[in-house]
């Protein structure tokens, strides 16, 4: 395995796991608001983990768009390079 696969597998796993776990705290986040319990404290600590779900997406697409950059890059410096020209002597 190459280097340049190597982060592109790292990268997959890192953002599956990550957009699970904002999908978690989303579900979980709105079961708790939307829960019939008669105290306000949780209905607010559904609506932080809400809000944060959202953030949380919001710093998995930046983060993605930082991922597939560096892979661009390894891609990019993984590539080998042709032989030089050798010079023809007469």
Do not use: H
Not at 38 to 59: K, N, S, Y
């Amino acid at each position: 395995m190459d280097i340049v696969m190597l982060i592109k597998d790292l990268i997959a796993k890192a953002v599956v796991v990550a957009w699970f776990l904002f999908l978690l705290t989303w579900i979980i986040g709105w079961a708790i608001k939307g829960a019939p319990i008669p105290i306000g404290r949780a209905r607010r600590i559904g609506q932080g983990m809400v809000e944060d779900a959202v953030w949380g997406a919001f710093w998995i697409a930046v983060g993605s768009a930082l991922f597939w950059l560096v892979t661009y890059i390894a891609s990019y410096l993984g590539q080998t390079f042709p032989q030089p020209p050798q010079p023809q002597l007469p």
